[in-house]
């Protein structure tokens, strides 16, 4: 499976972003989706995943970021609203097998900046 990912940029704090995420083939009953971040220096952190119908998300972006896919067009997204400084990161989508534990299969990053 490759992913292209695409939506980052520079937004003011407070401000929104529309993440997507475009998968190469079908993955909608047979994989997991998900959004992970970093900022240089530090590890990858998890952001949300999407399996059908379960949304997960990291306790830093509940109420804020809304994880939804498009089964038909093989696409995944991430809405992020009242963004704050802090979320200023390159964003990556990402799949695994469902019941793997580990995503094996990745995107290249988008860059989000939030100005104060």
């Known amino acids: 499976v490759q992913l292209q990912a695409s939506g980052g940029g520079l937004v003011q704090a407070g401000g929104s972003l529309r993440l997507s995420c475009a998968a190469s083939k079908r993955t909608s009953s047979m994989y997991v989706m998900g959004w992970f971040r970093q900022v240089p220096g530090l590890e990858r952190e998890f952001v949300a995943s999407?399996?059908?119908?379960?949304?997960t998300y990291t306790d830093s972006v509940k109420g804020r970021f809304t994880i939804s896919r498009d089964n038909a067009k093989n696409t995944v997204s991430l809405q992020m609203n009242s963004l704050k400084p802090e979320d200023t990161a390159v964003y990556y989508c990402?799949?695994?097998?469902?019941?793997?534990?580990?995503?094996?299969?990745w995107g290249q990053g988008t860059q989000v900046t939030v100005s104060s």
């Open positions: 990402a799949a695994k097998p469902r019941g793997s534990s580990e995503y094996v299969y």
């Open positions: 999407v399996w059908s119908h379960l949304k």
